[in-house]
């Protein structure tokens, strides 16, 4: 195994751990491949990753990442979750760069909880439900995207998006305000009204 440090992140949460296992059976196909698992505080990841002639493939991607490790790409702009992101059986495919987004799918649920942010200039507080992102590739633009809906009734609320050149983006649109109670005015529920880009990796 191999210990990292995340030079970005306080101290508490900046040190993981990444552990590979040589998967036998890829070599008599012709591939490079193994078991990776990740566990960083707040983060546990788990995938099967083989490499072939010009790709790379990351299969059955399954784990738990906490609200304390998101948080550290959210404080900044006075935004604030609880609860976790559980990932599906995600599939992620590129080629010999990882800036060669080729396939995608899969899915990642929020367990729902208290989330906080600013509108209006003040601080607000709610409780959002269960979100749903169903994760997908965008080719002419090089990114993945998680398209984030209601798990219950299907409704669109926002989406996150990372692309070749190592920016996150995350978008919340106005209708989730109206399904938390935050917002008066129901027209105009695909407008954004939170957006945040960082460079990640």
Known sequence: HVEYRVKEFPESVSKGRAHWQWHGASFFRLQ???RVEIQHPGASLKA?????????????????????????????????LSGALLFE???????????????????????????RFPLGGQQRRVDVPELKGVLSVEEEKQAWVFDVSLKESGQKVGYARLDSEGWAEVTVLKRLLHLVGQAEDRGDGDRAFFNVKQKVI
């Open 32 to 34: 490079l491949g193994g």
């Open 48 to 80: 099967i990753v083989s490499k072939g002639f010009g790709s790379v493939a990351l299969r059955s991607v399954t784990g738990r990442v906490d609200a304390r490790f998101i948080n550290q790409f959210l404080q900044s702009n006075g935004v604030e």
């Open 89 to 115: 059986d995600l599939f992620l495919a590129f080629g010999s760069d990882v800036k060669d987004m080729r396939d995608a799918e899969g899915a990642v649920l929020y367990q729902g909880g208290r989330a």
